[in-house]
């Protein structure tokens, strides 16, 4: 099976603009989850999507948004973007079975914000 | 609410060593999981091991080994003969069974292998 999916996996924006990222989770997985990773506040988690429902949401600002499509892949948008949302963005697809559960991760996509 | 604690910042050690990464953990819930991931340079975060919180046996695979004491709250990992490649940052995580909830990340721990 292939694993989880990121794209682009660096991007250069400037601040004011905003950004999409896109993520593939593993085939059969439903749940998509969103993280991201500073040097100085570490993994944070930003929201997550099952059958294309939000179901948990972290303590970030409504610039950071998300959806997810049919198929079960996720897009996150940061719309006017600041100096600060550089950081590497990691997706996660959660596997689940018999009480069991997993979160793989794909290969994150760097945002360097100027 | 939920925390996890690793105390150790960086890590060093010759090739060939043992090493064990430190874990603490808080949480209110009876049911959960426990987590070690290893996150190389290159920024993907590589699921290790998984411990549900009723299963405290402690297991070995391969050069991996962890226990988990729920009298402590801590769920320690152990890289037997440490090799170059092992060098990465490792995370310990937690998330409760209840209400689906996401991963609680602790700050990691930088592993450094030296040949």
């Known amino acids: 099976k292939a694993g989880v999916t990121q794209t682009p996996r660096y991007l250069i924006k400037t601040r004011g603009q905003q950004v999409t990222l896109s993520c593939s989770p593993i085939?059969?997985?439903?749940?998509v989850s969103w993280y991201q990773q500073t040097p100085g506040q570490g993994l944070q988690f930003l929201f997550e999507?099952?059958?294309?429902?939000?179901?948990n949401k972290g303590n970030f600002p409504g610039r950071f948004s998300g959806r997810q499509f049919s198929n079960s892949r996720s897009e996150m948008n940061v719309s006017t973007l600041e100096l600060g949302d550089s950081a590497l963005y990691l997706c996660?697809?959660?596997?689940?079975?018999?009480?069991?559960?997993?979160?793989?991760f794909g290969p994150g996509t760097r945002l360097l914000v100027l | 609410a939920q925390k996890v604690t690793q105390a150790q910042t960086e890590i060093s050690v010759v090739e060939k060593e043992d090493v064990t990464l430190d874990c603490v953990y808080e949480?209110?819930?009876?049911?959960?999981?426990l987590f070690w991931y290893k996150q190389p340079p290159s920024g993907e975060l590589v699921f290790l091991i998984r411990?549900?919180?009723?299963?405290?046996q402690n297991e070995i695979s391969g050069r991996y080994s962890w226990n988990f004491q729920k009298s402590t709250s801590s769920f320690n990992f152990t890289i037997t003969a440490s090799q170059v490649v092992d060098s990465a940052v490792y995370f310990c995580?937690?998330?409760?069974?209840?209400?689906?909830?996401?991963?609680?990340f602790g700050k990691g721990t930088r592993l450094s292998v030296i040949a």
């Open positions: 996660a697809s959660r596997w689940t079975s018999g009480g069991q559960e997993t979160q793989y």
């Open positions: 085939s059969g997985h439903r749940s």
């Open positions: 999507y099952f059958s294309e429902t939000q179901r």
């Open positions: 949480t209110r819930d009876t049911t959960y999981y």
């Open positions: 411990r549900n919180s009723f299963d405290e």
């Open positions: 995580a937690l998330s409760e069974r209840t209400g689906n909830t996401p991963l609680v």
